[in-house]
């Protein structure tokens, strides 16, 4: 196992390339890998992203907009956060939309080396625009090429002294999908303990290039029990 720095995992990171963050509306992001991220001078960025970032945005990855970072946004859905609007109504982010589906199948097609999936979702809608089609016993599919990335930027809970690494709650959702569809994988883990069972394991140690050592559990925890009381999204207590 490599254990690197948050600066060494992000000193990886050149202007233009494509990254994948995992995670949900900033919820089972590297935290400190984003946090850090944030105070380079990279750009140009295309960003591989689910659900763009925390609700009423101020938070992770909404920052990397703010800056002006990412130039391209590949993601299923988008509007939750100010900073992407923004960027996008002045002009400064290019936003390519995919049904989730579609766009996690486009990722595990990218990993698995697969020439693209084929979808009946978006046939006949503006989603068909400028792609291939097929006919397979009467129905009609759309051709969705497989997406990959330089870097994937992925959390975990735990990694063993060999490397494998555990997900827990919105970490399994699809951080261990982007870890085979990227040239260079960083995983940010909460903990590093000796043994992990097996049968906990959901990311393996041969598809992760660095781990970095991230917030403790606790920490993390605190962080978003802080800023959902801020916005009232959970009761003081």
Not at 61 to 67: E, H, I, K
Request: with cysteine; charged share 25%.
């Amino acid at each position: 196992m490599k254990v690197v720095s948050v600066e060494e995992a992000v000193a990886q990171l050149k202007d233009g390339m494509t990254i994948m963050i995992g995670g949900f509306l900033d919820v089972g992001i590297p935290l400190k890998i984003v946090e850090k991220l944030c105070e380079t001078d990279v750009k140009d960025l295309t960003l591989i992203n689910t659900c763009g970032s925390m609700v009423g945005g101020g938070f992770g990855t909404a920052y990397l907009f703010a800056q002006g970072k990412i130039k391209k946004y590949i993601t299923s859905h988008v509007g939750v956060a100010p900073e992407h609007l923004n960027a996008y109504k002045e002009g400064k982010l290019e936003v390519e939309f995919y049904p989730m589906g579609s766009w996690i199948e486009k990722i595990r097609a990218g990993g698995s080396g697969l020439g693209g999936v084929l979808t009946p979702v978006g046939v006949e809608t503006l989603v068909e625009e400028g792609k291939q089609k097929v006919t397979i016993d009467g129905k009609e599919y759309l051709i969705e090429l497989p997406l990959r990335a330089d870097i994937a930027f992925i959390k975990g809970y735990q990694a063993d002294r060999f490397g494998n690494v555990r997900c827990r709650y919105l970490q399994r959702n699809n951080n261990p999908i982007m870890a085979f569809a990227a040239d260079y994988v960083v995983c940010e883990v909460n903990e590093f303990v000796d043994e992990l069972d097996p049968d906990l394991v959901h990311i393996v140690a041969p598809l992760i290039d660095a781990h970095v050592k991230g917030y403790t559990f606790e920490e993390e925890q605190q962080i978003y029990r802080d800023l959902w009381k801020e916005r009232k999204r959970l009761k003081a207590g």
